[in-house]
C-alpha cells in the first residue's frame, strides 16, 4: 500500500519536471565574402592613369584651357558652397565636394606643365573677369528659392559641358584629353541629378550653352561610373561592382512542446551578407 502511495506521487509530480525537446529556431548566419574580383583602390585613378602618359609639348591654345577651366571648376565649387549655405540642401555639399576634385584634376595638369595656378583661394575671386560675374549673378539668383538654385546648378553644368568641349576641340595632349573627359563625365551627371530635382519640382531648365536635344539625350541617359581615359572609355578597375553574398549558418533556440516547459538547441539557417566589389568589367557597368 506504501509502494503504492509514493509511485502515484511520482506520477503526479513528472509533469512539473521539464522535458528536453527538439528546437527549431531560425539562426543568424554571416555569409562569407563575395566573389567579385577586387577593384583598384588607388586614391586617384585618374591621377594614376595620366602618371602612365607622355607629358608632350602645349600649345597655347591648350595653356589657356587649363587655366580657364581651373576658375571654372572653382566657380561651380564656390556657387555650390555659397547655396549650401543659404538654402542647407545637402546636394549642393556634395556636388560643391566633387567640384573640388574637378579642381585638383586641373591642378595636377598644371603641376606637370609648370603652370601657375590662377585660382585665387578667396571664395567668390576670380581672375577672369567673366567667371567673376557669372559668380555674382548665380549665388544672387539661386539665394531666391530652391527652384532657382537648382536652375543655377543646371546652368553651370550646362555651361562646364560646353567649355569642356571646346577645350577638347584644341587639345591632342593624352593627358588633357582624358582630364577633360572625366570633367565632362562629372559635369553630365551633376546635370542629371538637377535635372531630376527639377522634375521632382515640376520646373524645367532652359538650355543656354549646349542645345537642347544635347541636354535631354544626357539627362535620358544613365548616371555614368568609374574613371575615363582620353577617349571617353572607362579605364579598367575603376567601376565598382557588387559580388554574390555568401551563405551562412546559425543555431537557433527551440522549446518543446508537451507538458512539461523545456527548451532544445535547434539547427538554424541564416543568410549572410556577404559583398565583394567587381573589377569593372562586367557587362552591366556603365561605358563598357
Same mark, same amino acid.
Given at each position: 500500500?506504501?509502494?503504492?502511495?509514493?509511485?502515484?506521487?511520482?506520477?503526479?509530480?513528472?509533469?512539473?519536471?521539464?522535458?528536453?525537446?527538439?528546437?527549431?529556431?531560425?539562426?543568424?548566419?554571416?555569409?562569407?565574402?563575395?566573389?567579385?574580383?577586387?577593384?583598384?583602390?588607388?586614391?586617384?585613378?585618374?591621377?594614376?592613369?595620366?602618371?602612365?602618359?607622355?607629358?608632350?609639348?602645349?600649345?597655347?591654345?591648350? @595653356?589657356?584651357?587649363?587655366?580657364?577651366?581651373? %576658375?571654372? %571648376?572653382?566657380?561651380?565649387?564656390?556657387?555650390?558652397?555659397?547655396?549650401?549655405?543659404?538654402?542647407?540642401?545637402?546636394?549642393?555639399?556634395?556636388?560643391?565636394?566633387?567640384?573640388?576634385? $574637378?579642381?585638383?584634376?586641373?591642378?595636377?595638369?598644371?603641376?606637370?606643365?609648370?603652370?601657375?595656378?590662377?585660382?585665387?583661394?578667396?571664395?567668390?575671386?576670380?581672375?577672369?573677369?567673366?567667371?567673376?560675374?557669372?559668380?555674382?549673378?548665380?549665388?544672387?539668383?539661386?539665394?531666391?528659392?530652391? !527652384?532657382?538654385?537648382?536652375?543655377?546648378?543646371?546652368?553651370?553644368?550646362?555651361?562646364?559641358?560646353?567649355?569642356?568641349?571646346? !577645350?577638347?576641340?584644341?587639345?591632342? @595632349?593624352?593627358?588633357?584629353?582624358?582630364?577633360?573627359?572625366?570633367?565632362?563625365?562629372?559635369?553630365?551627371? $551633376?546635370?542629371?541629378?538637377?535635372?531630376?530635382?527639377?522634375?521632382?519640382?515640376?520646373?524645367?531648365?532652359?538650355?543656354?550653352?549646349?542645345?537642347?536635344?544635347?541636354?535631354?539625350?544626357?539627362?535620358?541617359?544613365?548616371? %555614368?561610373?568609374?574613371?575615363?581615359? %582620353? @577617349? &571617353?572609355?572607362?579605364?579598367?578597375?575603376?567601376?565598382?561592382?557588387?559580388?554574390?553574398?555568401?551563405?551562412?549558418?546559425? $543555431?537557433?533556440?527551440?522549446?518543446?512542446?508537451?507538458?512539461? &516547459?523545456?527548451?532544445?538547441?535547434?539547427?538554424? $539557417?541564416?543568410?549572410?551578407?556577404?559583398? &565583394?566589389?567587381?573589377?569593372?568589367?562586367?557587362?552591366?557597368?556603365?561605358?563598357?
Amino acid at each position: 500500500m506504501k509502494k503504492i502511495a509514493i509511485a502515484a506521487l511520482l506520477l503526479l509530480a513528472a509533469p512539473l519536471v521539464g522535458q528536453s525537446g527538439p528546437g527549431n529556431g531560425r539562426g543568424n548566419g554571416s555569409g562569407t565574402p563575395g566573389t567579385g574580383t577586387p577593384a583598384a583602390s588607388a586614391a586617384s585613378p585618374l591621377a594614376s592613369y595620366i602618371a602612365t602618359l607622355p607629358k608632350e609639348a602645349l600649345s597655347a591654345a591648350e @595653356n589657356d584651357a587649363l587655366l580657364s577651366m581651373r %576658375e571654372e %571648376e572653382k566657380l561651380a565649387r564656390d556657387v555650390y558652397r555659397a547655396l549650401f549655405a543659404a538654402n542647407g540642401d545637402r546636394s549642393f555639399a556634395n556636388i560643391a565636394s566633387a567640384e573640388q576634385r $574637378h579642381m585638383d584634376d586641373v591642378k595636377l595638369l598644371l603641376d606637370r606643365y609648370g603652370l601657375a595656378d590662377p585660382a585665387p583661394a578667396m571664395a567668390g575671386e576670380f581672375k577672369n573677369a567673366r567667371l567673376a560675374s557669372l559668380y555674382t549673378d548665380l549665388v544672387a539668383r539661386g539665394k531666391t528659392s530652391l !527652384a532657382e538654385a537648382l536652375k543655377v546648378g543646371a546652368t553651370i553644368e550646362d555651361l562646364d559641358l560646353a567649355d569642356v568641349e571646346k !577645350a577638347l576641340d584644341v587639345s591632342d @595632349n593624352r593627358d588633357i584629353d582624358a582630364v577633360m573627359q572625366n570633367l565632362a563625365k562629372g559635369s553630365r551627371n $551633376h546635370l542629371r541629378a538637377f535635372s531630376s530635382r527639377l522634375t521632382d519640382l515640376g520646373v524645367s531648365h532652359t538650355a543656354q550653352y549646349l542645345s537642347a536635344e544635347e541636354i535631354a539625350k544626357i539627362v535620358a541617359a544613365p548616371r %555614368e561610373g568609374g574613371a575615363y581615359d %582620353e @577617349n &571617353g572609355k572607362l579605364l579598367a578597375g575603376t567601376c565598382t561592382g557588387q559580388g554574390r553574398g555568401g551563405r551562412g549558418q546559425g $543555431h537557433g533556440r527551440g522549446s518543446c512542446a508537451g507538458q512539461g &516547459g523545456g527548451s532544445g538547441m535547434g539547427p538554424g $539557417h541564416g543568410m549572410g551578407a556577404g559583398q &565583394g566589389p567587381g573589377d569593372g568589367t562586367g557587362p552591366s557597368c556603365p561605358n563598357k
